[in-house]
């Protein structure tokens, strides 16, 4: 038996692990390579595996990142299930149609410009049909819900406190007498997280694969992050204009909307007409109003007393092009929530426009602004951006606020792996920057055997003590 790392080696997206035992095959997670347009490009790559060869796939939650490649997987022939959390499937329904969607943009972009070249078109990665089919061959699991997805191959989720649905995934191999027992961490959420529970332990493990995101990171307390927002909308009130707040429309948005229902006084929130205006961040919403099983005990009294998480008085969904175009004119007053969460397309761009311009604006980065990015401009202080070919001067007040991470921090990390019990398992390491996975290695070996892995890299399940401590080949 063994597990070969094809995906989130040294970087983190495109998540993707493959697990032989036998003449048996499964995949943990088929993400997305996100980032330059050089590197995306490896998403056309050809699988080094054959896809019709797999017999099942396991998937930890519904980012793109780890599921995103999931209807090229299919595309390309592999027939079988996809295990995952129920919650994972109506998320995924939402995304792989919207990435569909995104991919067929993309090529009839390329293509235009192809054709003038007189070159052949390209093919989108996948189409929205083919993105909205892929949840046919889903089979959705509760937590602690025990699955054969395999003969000799037993499958665990644990709830991993990320998004809604997510999982640290727990299989049990079986092969020739022996067994083995392999962790995924998937995503680990940070401990304290508005709406979801913690990450939870799981028992025990002979090799835990192990992310690393902010392996090299201290988060600030939640109550700083309260704080910080509290006094931002404060100010907006004095300065009298609008709020614009980019978004990642999964968790980021349900996470927001639930603690503006939760200050909502403290925070003059009343003063405002908020609007969600993101089609995706709308159905995410639904989804999270529609899994209160999975409410952390906080959330779940919230909810017992108040109703909705999200309801909130003045909050209006705009779905419609006209009803977001309607917000333009508004001059102060309003708390725009648009996507995307980085500034690179979506509508928060139309608001940017209308807005940026104005000093009594402010405008709060919620999330990580990837190098390169609109939002990374702002958050670097940038005087004037470019939107349409239009040169647009900077005077809203940017404000950073970086505390609302959905990831575990290095601590967060170490205190779940705490949780095992026994001998510590050997870690290999994935799914992070290198300075952040090698900071990771450095704090884990006071504890085990841990590594960073590499593209391709396999290891053998029989004895991964060994095959952790050994070199990199
Ligand atoms: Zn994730």
């Known amino acids: 038996m063994r597990i070969t790392f094809y995906g989130a080696t040294r970087e983190v997206t495109g998540s993707c692990f493959l697990i032989e035992v036998g003449e048996r095959r499964i995949l943990v997670d088929c993400g997305l390579i996100q980032g330059s347009p050089a590197h995306e490009r490896h998403n056309h790559d050809p699988f080094l595996f054959d896809p019709a060869g797999v017999d099942a796939v396991v998937l930890s939650h519904a980012h793109l990142d780890h599921s995103g490649r999931l209807p090229l997987l299919i595309k390309r022939g592999f027939k079988g299930r996809i295990y995952t959390h129920h919650a994972s499937i109506d998320l995924c329904r939402i995304m792989l149609e919207d990435a569909g969607y995104l991919h067929e943009k993309e090529a009839e972009w390329q293509n235009r410009k192809r054709e003038r070249k007189g070159l052949e078109p390209v093919e989108p990665l996948y189409t929205r049909n083919e993105g909205r089919l892929s949840a046919r061959q889903f089979h959705g699991l509760d937590y602690h819900e025990t699955a054969e997805p395999v003969p000799g191959m037993s499958l665990t989720l644990h709830d991993a406190g990320h998004i809604l649905g997510s999982a640290v995934v727990e299989l049990g191999l079986d092969e020739g007498g022996e067994h083995r027992r392999v962790v995924f961490t998937g995503d680990l959420g940070h401990r304290g997280t508005p709406i979801l529970r913690n990450p939870e332990p799981v028992a025990e493990a002979d ?169 990374r401009a702002l958050v670097d202080g940038a005087h004037h951006i470019r939107l349409w070919g239009e040169t647009v001067r900077v005077q809203a007040k940017v404000h950073t606020v970086g505390g609302l991470s959905a990831h575990a921090d290095q601590q967060g990390l170490l205190d779940w792996y705490d949780g095992f019990r026994g001998a510590p398992p050997p870690v290999a390491v994935v799914h992070g920057e290198p300075a952040a996975q090698d900071a990771l290695v450095a704090a884990l070996r006071s504890r085990t055997m841990a590594r960073s892995m590499r593209f391709g890299e396999t290891l053998d399940l029989i004895d991964p003590g060994a095959a952790v401590a050994g070199d990199v080949p």
């Open 207 to 375: 090799l835990v694969v192990m992310e690393s995101t902010y392996g090299d990171r201290c988060h600030r307390p939640w109550s700083d992050t309260w704080e910080e927002l509290g006094g931002i909308f404060r100010e907006a009130r004095e300065a009298g204009g609008n709020v614009l707040v980019p978004t990642f429309a999964v968790d980021r948005t349900q996470m927001l909307l639930y603690t503006f229902n939760r200050y909502f006084d403290d925070w003059g929130l009343g003063n405002w007409q908020i609007f969600l205006d993101s089609p995706m961040a709308i159905k995410a919403t639904r989804v999270y109003a529609r899994h209160g099983a999975l409410y952390d005990t906080h959330a779940a009294a919230f909810e017992a007393t108040h109703g909705d998480l999200f309801d909130l008085p003045n909050l209006h969904f705009t779905e419609t092009t006209e009803a977001s175009m309607g917000l333009n004119s508004i001059r102060a007053g309003a708390i725009i929530i648009a996507g995307s969460g980085m500034c690179t397309g979506g509508r928060i761009k139309h608001h940017l426009k209308h807005n940026v311009w104005r000093p009594e604006t402010q405008l709060v980065i919620t999330g990580f602004q990837a190098a390169g990015t609109l939002g």
